[in-house]
């Protein structure tokens, strides 16, 4: 059997920096404060939490001699405001990625456009990328997309993470609706490449295993990518999830996994894999 992990399976650049930046922080402050969790996993969260982040609701809760972390997802205007009004040691681990795309529709509001940001509803990257401008129209779907009126002027961003494939259904119904239709592609680069490894992966190995959790959106969609070109794909969120009758036939096994899940949790799942069949290639690299 063969084991193929996808160059880009794991953290993304902007949380792994985040994640770092938690635990350094930890370290030297005992404490670090955090309003919601900082990735979309389980077990990184618990073992953020041994290490001294504490996860709460409102800055009230935040005692003035500690630091608060912003996460790589973006915090709202309102937010960053009144943390700098309480005199928080705010530390910054927003991703550059999502930065840009905050200027983006920025510079698309002052254009005089409406602003049309397609993402998961409630996602915190979503309500950071909307608090940015004064009226923000949220779609997810393109049936959402059919239900918008008739517009002159907009301009179309989306969460980083999404699916071209969804992008592209919902901007056919976009430009039924709208004269003058400006959109920025700004899906990041890391999420492409992770997409792209997974459909070329999903294609060439018998059987497909995506790491991440079942409460990422993100992980969600790489199963679904990897499920559309091999029926015998499987998402776990760690290597007791596997199960060995799924490669009774297996020559060739694809791994990737989901931007929010770190490193030890793929390195377990690609044991697991290996002591189940009689492995002829080191593991694989794919680019
Ligand atoms: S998914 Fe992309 S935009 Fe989001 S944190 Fe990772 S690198 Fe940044």
Redesign the pocket.
């Known amino acids: 059997m063969k084991i193929i992990v996808a160059k880009d399976a794991g953290y993304?650049?902007?949380?792994r920096q985040a994640v770092d930046q938690a635990y350094k922080t930890a370290e030297d402050n005992g404490d670090v404060y955090m309003l919601g969790h900082i990735v979309h996993n389980e077990h990184v969260v618990k073992d953020l939490e041994k290490s001294g982040t504490k996860v709460v609701a409102s800055l009230d809760d935040v005692p003035e001699d500690k630091p608060l972390l912003f996460r790589?997802?973006g915090t709202e205007p309102g937010i960053w405001e009144a943390a700098k009004h309480k005199n928080l040691n705010i530390i910054d681990a927003t991703?550059p990625?999502?930065t840009e795309i905050h200027e983006e529709v920025k510079r698309l509001e002052k254009d005089g456009r409406n602003i049309i940001i397609i993402g998961d509803h409630g996602h915190d990257?979503v309500v950071g990328i909307a608090s940015q401008i004064k009226k923000p129209i949220v779609i997810s779907s393109a049936d959402e997309a059919r239900e918008l009126r008739k517009m002159k002027k907009a301009g179309v961003v989306s969460q980083?993470?999404q699916m071209i494939e969804n992008i592209q259904e919902i901007f056919s119904v976009l430009l039924t609706k709208i004269t003058d239709l400006h959109f920025v592609n700004t899906i990041?680069f890391?999420?492409k490449r992770n997409h792209e490894q997974i459909k070329e992966l999903a294609q060439v190995a018998d059987v497909m295993i995506i790491i991440g959790s079942f409460t990422s959106a993100n992980s969600k969609r790489l199963t679904q990518l990897a499920l559309e070109r091999n029926p015998h794909s499987y998402q776990v969120t760690n290597a007791q999830d596997i199960k060995n009758e799924w490669f009774a036939n297996a020559e060739t096994v694809g791994i990737s996994a989901g931007?929010s899940t770190p490193d030890d949790i793929i390195q377990d799942v690609i044991k697991h894999v290996k002591k189940l069949g009689k492995v002829i290639d080191e593991e694989i690299i794919y680019e």
Request: one cysteine or more; hydrophobic letters at 40%; aromatic letters at 6%.
């Open positions: 993304c650049f902007g949380v790589a997802h991703c990625l999502v990257e980083s993470t990041c890391p999420t931007a």
